[in-house]
């Protein structure tokens, strides 16, 4: 493996036949053929022991609906395996070159989201487990996701290789398009409804525009309004969130009084003072709200068990409605492989590595620690709960659509690459070839196969009794 670790300011001082000399010359230390490799040693961690370190810093009457979501399937135990699989990447080729990794970059954390001037748009959507690291292993954890969607859907293995080399591809070829590009065209780019279906339009079905159309609708239903709707209802003439138990349940019905107020009263100061972390001008819309109810929310598949409390804030009047997510943010699974966070709370980790990684983040991003909670200090990222949001149906896919599909992510990864790491230096040792997406082929398949067995192997420990489940 090389070391090519360069910030910005290294940067400036090497010319772009320079960084792309870099490229080409890893290519002798690492071959991009080697990037087919995957053969877990004898040494290999246990997976249900990454998964149990895990649950062990969650709250334990939630780990077994994660554990019961993990194995209801090989495509939701992943979802839920980001810390197994970067413990296996670790172990896999880099050139060395770093990016601002998601570090959970599945298919399904690609998604239409709303920009603050309301245009809907496609990019990344997860960021718990960001950090700086590997270029390689953000492409390998999409790459085979897709393997893992397409077994599921019953596509054949040459289907599910045109779809890797689809989403490979793209990622290759629009890096390069990045490289010869200047800083701020980069900085700029960014893929609206419009962008997409110019970009992408005559590569799917009639069935598939049909279904985009109806994407686009759905995106732009589920706002605030939607959410208020259907999440809250009228109690002695107040605004109350709804119990849905386990998924929501209010702070009445998981505490004393007296543990409930002190818990209210953390929660409301979380929201007063992450404020503090907005631009000015959100800052000063915020305020324009007041806290009005809150509960407890189970949200994704490997985030069951942290602490996440959606709070409703009203504004004008009870109809006026702003709904924020606060989530616990916990240390990444890559700062075990990687290096530890340079920032100082895991909360502003995740909010500097989106807004690093996004062309356009929700305006109600911020950060917030809060001493004291459950006996410790927990850091804590806010964002809205609902905004325009939509996210795929891998199960309603066929593989024409998931090749559209993973194209499209590919190009959006090579994006949010291309603005943190040396996007010239990863262009030039990708080159015009198909080596590496032949590569990735292989290397989606063996991993797939891998996750398979860790995902057999928790569904034996659940049904040996040796882990707990509950469906939710």
Not at 208 to 215: E, K, L, M, N, Y
Not at 353 to 380: H, N, P, Y
Not at 415 to 423: K, L, Q, T, V
Request: aromatic share 8%.
């Amino acid at each position: 493996m090389t070391e090519n670790h360069l910030d910005g300011r290294e940067l400036r001082h090497r010319t772009p036949q320079e960084r792309a000399a870099l490229g080409k010359a890893a290519r002798a230390a690492v071959p991009r053929s080697s990037h087919a490799e995957f053969a877990p040693g004898p040494k290999r961690p246990d997976p249900l022991e990454i998964i149990g370190e895990q649950s062990a810093t969650r709250l334990p009457e939630l780990v077994p609906v994660r554990y019961g979501r993990m194995s209801e399937s090989p495509f939701r135990f992943y979802r839920g395996a980001a810390a197994i699989m970067a413990s296996d990447l670790a172990e896999t080729p880099r050139t060395g070159f770093r990016t601002q990794l998601c570090g959970d970059a599945h298919m399904l954390n690609f998604r239409l989201l709303a920009s603050p001037e309301r245009r809907l748009m496609f990019d990344i959507n997860d960021f718990d487990e960001t950090l700086p690291g590997p270029w390689e292993w953000d492409v390998k954890r999409l790459a085979a996701s897709f393997v893992i969607a397409g077994r599921a859907n019953g596509f054949s293995t040459k289907e599910r290789a045109a779809i890797v080399r689809a989403t490979v591809r793209s990622y290759r070829e629009n890096m390069r398009a990045f490289a010869g590009m200047g800083n701020l065209a980069v900085w700029y780019a960014q893929f609206d409804e419009k962008w997409v279906e110019e970009r992408f339009g005559e590569d799917v079905s009639a069935r598939g525009r049909d279904r985009w159309t109806q994407a686009l609708a759905k995106a732009r239903s589920h706002d605030t309004l939607q959410v208020f709707d259907k999440l809250t209802v009228v109690v002695d003439g107040k605004r109350r969130i709804t119990p849905d138990p386990p998924l929501i349940t209010r702070l009445e019905d998981l505490l004393p009084d007296e543990r409930r107020g002190q818990l209210e009263q953390q929660i409301t100061r979380l929201i007063e003072r992450y404020g503090k972390t907005l631009q000015s001008d959100r800052r000063f819309l915020l305020d324009q709200y007041r806290v009005a109810d809150m509960a407890r929310k189970v949200v994704g598949v490997g985030s069951v068990g942290t602490r996440c409390w959606i709070v409703l804030l009203l504004g004008r009047d009870d109809e006026d409605p702003l709904f924020l997510q606060a989530k616990e943010a916990d240390e990444s699974v890559l700062a075990a492989h990687v290096g530890p966070t340079a920032y100082p709370t895991q909360g502003e980790r995740v909010v500097s590595g989106q807004r690093l990684m996004q062309a356009t983040s929700d305006i109600f991003l911020g950060w917030e620690r809060v001493e004291g909670l459950d006996g410790r200090r927990r850091d804590f990222y806010v964002r809205q709960l609902r905004d325009w949001k939509w996210v795929a149906v891998a199960e309603d896919m066929v593989p024409r659509g998931m090749r559209t599909f993973g194209a499209l992510c590919g190009v959006t990864l090579a994006r949010a690459h291309a603005r943190s790491g040396d996007r010239i230096a990863i262009a030039a040792y990708l080159g015009g070839g198909d080596s590496f997406d032949r590569a990735l082929v292989t290397f989606a398949e063996r991993y797939a196969d891998q996750n398979e067995r860790d995902h057999q192997a928790l569904v034996d420990a659940i049904s040996a009794g040796r882990l707990p489940t509950e469906a939710a």
